[in-house]
């Protein structure tokens, strides 16, 4: 895991947070003190610290006393850390621990102690990524404030008096998580990317959800976000217009007529959504309304002066308005346009008292506060905080951004947002009316560089979003990892379950898992689960155990063969494999998918995928050749051409062919191409 992303992403978290703040940076570390309670704790005396540690590589929040000749002060909460009489914190280093008693006086030799804050932390992606680790260490600060903060503030200053209404907030919140609002997620195919921007829209959106879930409950919660209308996702591709993201003008059929109006596209629809004043509360009312019209025909409203109208339920979840003394349908209002109505806009000259009456029924009968006022204790509950949303945009570099975005690639900017001190609108062509983007609108990316590098990419694009690489993870093939894996994709199955004796005896068998392992493995799966999952158990399974295929150090050679022939944005990703659990399958992911890949990247050229397989998987074919008689072309160049290596994959002939692909050869061979 990149340190120094940790060390930002920590800083700026603590930066943020409303209690704490960083007081002195240092190298690998920082202290943090307190923005309130007259800033007691933060100083040489007594600090909370970041810090990296060596041996293993970690990083936790500690508590340290480095004024030598004022330690005494903390002698006593210090031996109860010592004794284990403060719950979840203990003591893991002391530095020069001895105590010199001179005439009832403690010596300055005593120069240091760290108080451990619950735990350390890997640094390791294979454990949570940078995000996901910020929320693991604000818990821990948290935590130690809680249970010793006050008391810390006490013996510092003895006149201060704790403050037992302030909350102490157990997770991390969704600003101090410090989201990029415009980020691309970059890589080689087959590396997550487009995985990964579900876990990052949920935590985003709820980042009190636990992603370490079974990815069924991760795509529910997924699901729900994408329902209510907080998650959009998009592909870019070589068609994808201004018309069609933005604005334009589009056919509609009204009363058997086709008519032309300017339509929303994809962006400005979800930043319409986003600023929407309480839009979890509206959408849930407006589902409210959508259900009491599925129960009856319509329903009559008024609008603000008194004037009847009704509306009914069409089969796009739109309200069909009726109007006049004999009811007679009008038009549609759409939830879109309910939604920029209550953002300040009047929709359709005339019809802004119908729009109106609809809102007013969404708050009065359908639950619906719009606006932070001053109101009952009951109604002031249901008031919540901006609501996130996130634009996710898959193969965004398949599309022309620079047409696609307009002149909207100014405002996705930082500070140009919404809200921000410099937030700028611009008049947009179709509709002529302003248009600012929000600033709790996500852009989530991902990009192929297999297709095109971050290099080649706009230079406006690039200033303007944040650019994280996902990098093939092939240590999440190795052999111990897929058996932990698969342990833990069965959890909740007894051992004599028939798919899951099936699924293990074909993955042990692939993966050639000595006897040891097969002795072993009920008894280590039973500490497994008094542990919970944790990636540091696969350790319990050495890799010397196994002696079949290794498709961690497959892929690892693979990829430096390719980088080397290549470069490293045409690498092959983990998931290729990552379903592989026998022979079968690998022949199958090399036939269908590794294979054509290669093709690709090579251009045709067969014989510079073999430098990267190896003789098993390619061969020369040049025996029996001749070219058609033809006297008018140089005999000798002719001769060089037929002389000219041609070379072809070496497929197998069935799936019981087991003696053309040694895909061990890959990563055993020694042998040079000559």
Same mark, same amino acid.
């Given at each position: 895991?990149?340190?120094?992303?940790?060390?930002?992403?920590?800083?700026?978290?603590?930066?943020?947070?409303?209690?704490?703040?960083?007081?002195?940076?240092?190298?690998?570390?920082?202290?943090?003190?307190?923005?309130?309670?007259?800033?007691?704790?933060?100083?040489?005396?007594?600090?909370?610290?970041?810090?990296?540690?060596?041996?293993?590589?970690?990083?936790?929040?500690?508590?340290?006393?480095?004024?030598?000749?004022?330690?005494?002060?903390?002698?006593?909460?210090?031996?109860?850390?010592?004794?284990?009489?403060?719950?979840?914190?203990?003591?893991?280093?002391?530095?020069?621990?001895?105590?010199?008693?001179?005439?009832?006086?403690?010596?300055?030799?005593?120069?240091?102690?760290?108080?451990?804050?619950?735990?350390?932390?890997?640094?390791?992606?294979?454990?949570?990524?940078?995000?996901?680790?910020?929320?693991?260490?604000?818990?821990?600060?948290?935590?130690?404030?809680?249970?010793?903060?006050?008391?810390?503030?006490?013996?510092?200053?003895?006149?201060?008096?704790?403050?037992?209404?302030?909350?102490?907030?157990?997770?991390?919140?969704?600003?101090?998580?410090?989201?990029?609002?415009?980020?691309?997620?970059?890589?080689?195919?087959?590396?997550?990317?487009?995985?990964?921007?579900?876990?990052?829209?949920?935590?985003?959106?709820?980042?009190?959800?636990?992603?370490?879930?079974?990815?069924?409950?991760?795509?529910?919660?997924?699901?729900?976000?994408?329902?209510?209308?907080?998650?959009?996702?998009?592909?870019?591709?070589?068609?994808?217009?201004?018309?069609?993201?933005?604005?334009?003008?589009?056919?509609?059929?009204?009363?058997?007529?086709?008519?032309?109006?300017?339509?929303?596209?994809?962006?400005?629809?979800?930043?319409?959504?986003?600023?929407?004043?309480?839009?979890?509360?509206?959408?849930?009312?407006?589902?409210?309304?959508?259900?009491?019209?599925?129960?009856?025909?319509?329903?009559?409203?008024?609008?603000?002066?008194?004037?009847?109208?009704?509306?009914?339920?069409?089969?796009?979840?739109?309200?069909?308005?009726?109007?006049?003394?004999?009811?007679?349908?009008?038009?549609?209002?759409?939830?879109?346009?309910?939604?920029?109505?209550?953002?300040?806009?009047?929709?359709?000259?005339?019809?802004?008292?119908?729009?109106? !009456?609809?809102?007013? =029924? $969404? #708050?009065?009968?359908?639950? @619906?506060? +719009?606006? *932070?006022?001053? %109101?009952?204790?009951?109604?002031?509950?249901?008031?919540?905080?901006?609501?996130?949303?996130?634009?996710?945009?898959?193969?965004?570099?398949?599309?022309?951004?620079?047409?696609?975005?307009?002149?909207?690639?100014?405002?996705?900017?930082?500070?140009?947002?919404? !809200?921000?001190?410099? =937030? $700028? #609108?611009?008049?947009?062509? @179709?509709? +002529?009316? *302003?248009?600012? %983007?929000?600033?709790?609108?996500?852009?989530?990316?991902?990009?192929?560089?297999?297709?095109?590098?971050?290099?080649?990419?706009?230079?406006?694009?690039?200033?303007?979003?944040?650019?994280?690489?996902?990098?093939?993870?092939?240590?999440?093939?190795?052999?111990?990892?897929?058996?932990?894996? $698969?342990?833990?994709?069965?959890?909740?199955?007894?051992?004599?379950?028939?798919?899951?004796?099936?699924?293990?005896?074909?993955?042990?068998?692939?993966?050639?898992?000595?006897?040891?392992?097969?002795?072993?493995?009920?008894?280590?799966?039973?500490?497994?689960?008094?542990?919970?999952?944790?990636?540091?158990?696969?350790?319990?399974?050495?890799?010397?155990?196994?002696?079949?295929?290794?498709?961690?150090?497959?892929?690892?050679?693979?990829?430096?063969?390719?980088?080397?022939?290549?470069?490293?944005?045409?690498?092959?990703?983990?998931?290729?494999?990552?379903?592989?659990?026998?022979?079968?399958?690998?022949?199958?992911?090399?036939?269908?998918?590794?294979?054509?890949?290669?093709?690709?990247?090579?251009?045709?050229?067969?014989?510079?995928?073999?430098?990267?397989?190896?003789?098993?998987?390619?061969?020369?074919?040049?025996?029996?050749?001749?070219?058609?008689?033809?006297?008018?072309?140089?005999?000798?160049?002719?001769?060089?051409?037929?002389?000219?290596?041609?070379?072809?994959?070496?497929?197998?002939?069935?799936?019981?062919?087991?003696?053309?692909?040694?895909?061990?050869?890959?990563?055993?061979?020694?042998?040079?191409?000559?």
């Amino acid at each position: 895991m990149d340190f120094e992303k940790v060390l930002n992403a920590i800083r700026d978290a603590i930066n943020r947070d409303d209690r704490f703040q960083v007081t002195h940076n240092g190298k690998n570390c920082f202290w943090i003190g307190d923005k309130v309670n007259g800033g007691l704790i933060g100083s040489k005396l007594c600090h909370y610290e970041f810090r990296r540690n060596n041996n293993p590589d970690t990083c936790s929040i500690e508590v340290h006393f480095e004024e030598a000749d004022q330690y005494y002060r903390f002698w006593n909460l210090i031996n109860d850390l010592d004794e284990n009489r403060i719950d979840g914190l203990s003591l893991y280093e002391v530095r020069n621990k001895y105590v010199h008693i001179d005439e009832g006086q403690l010596t300055n030799k005593i120069k240091k102690k760290h108080i451990l804050v619950r735990e350390k932390f890997p640094l390791d992606d294979n454990l949570y990524n940078v995000q996901e680790l910020v929320v693991k260490l604000m818990d821990n600060l948290y935590y130690v404030d809680k249970e010793i903060g006050d008391r810390l503030r006490q013996i510092i200053d003895s006149n201060f008096q704790p403050n037992h209404n302030v909350a102490i907030p157990n997770k991390i919140e969704t600003k101090q998580m410090n989201h990029p609002l415009n980020q691309i997620l970059f890589g080689p195919p087959g590396t997550g990317k487009t995985y990964n921007t579900i876990n990052k829209a949920i935590s985003i959106i709820n980042p009190q959800f636990n992603l370490n879930q079974e990815r069924d409950e991760v795509k529910k919660e997924y699901d729900r976000l994408v329902k209510a209308g907080q998650i959009v996702f998009s592909t870019f591709h070589q068609n994808m217009s201004y018309e069609d993201f933005i604005e334009g003008i589009k056919p509609i059929t009204q009363n058997g007529k086709v008519e032309y109006e300017v339509q929303d596209g994809i962006f400005k629809q979800i930043c319409v959504t986003a600023n929407t004043p309480n839009q979890g509360d509206f959408n849930i009312s407006y589902d409210k309304l959508q259900k009491k019209l599925s129960e009856v025909d319509r329903l009559t409203l008024s609008t603000p002066t008194g004037k009847q109208f009704e509306i009914s339920l069409n089969s796009n979840g739109n309200l069909t308005l009726y109007t006049g003394s004999e009811k007679k349908q009008q038009g549609t209002l759409t939830k879109q346009n309910i939604q920029r109505q209550i953002n300040g806009e009047d929709m359709f000259v005339g019809w802004e008292g119908y729009f109106k !009456g609809v809102i007013a =029924a $969404l #708050e009065a009968d359908f639950g @619906y506060v +719009k606006q *932070k006022v001053e %109101v009952s204790e009951e109604r002031r509950k249901k008031q919540k905080v901006k609501d996130k949303f996130v634009l996710i945009i898959d193969e965004i570099n398949r599309g022309n951004v620079s047409s696609i975005f307009g002149e909207l690639i100014t405002l996705i900017e930082d500070d140009k947002r919404i !809200g921000r001190d410099e =937030a $700028l #609108e611009v008049t947009l062509p @179709y509709s +002529k009316k *302003k248009f600012g %983007v929000p600033d709790n609108l996500y852009i989530i990316g991902t990009m192929n560089t297999a297709d095109r590098s971050v290099e080649a990419l706009d230079t406006a694009l690039r200033r303007r979003f944040h650019f994280e690489e996902m990098a093939p993870k092939p240590e999440m093939l190795a052999p111990n990892y897929m058996f932990w894996s $698969l342990l833990w994709k069965y959890k909740k199955i007894e051992w004599e379950n028939p798919d899951y004796v099936k699924e293990e005896k074909r993955l042990l068998d692939f993966i050639g898992a000595s006897q040891t392992i097969w002795n072993t493995r009920k008894s280590i799966w039973k500490d497994f689960k008094n542990e919970g999952k944790d990636v540091k158990q696969i350790d319990k399974f050495p890799l010397d155990e196994f002696g079949g295929v290794n498709l961690h150090l497959m892929l690892t050679k693979i990829n430096q063969r390719i980088e080397k022939l290549i470069d490293k944005d045409h690498r092959i990703g983990h998931s290729y494999f990552i379903n592989v659990q026998s022979e079968d399958d690998l022949k199958e992911a090399f036939r269908n998918k590794v294979i054509p890949l290669l093709e690709e990247y090579f251009f045709g050229d067969i014989g510079k995928i073999g430098l990267v397989l190896g003789d098993s998987f390619v061969e020369k074919v040049n025996g029996g050749f001749e070219f058609a008689a033809f006297s008018g072309y140089d005999s000798q160049i002719a001769q060089d051409l037929k002389e000219r290596c041609v070379y072809a994959i070496k497929y197998p002939k069935d799936s019981k062919d087991s003696m053309v692909w040694d895909f061990k050869s890959i990563y055993t061979s020694n042998t040079a191409a000559k």
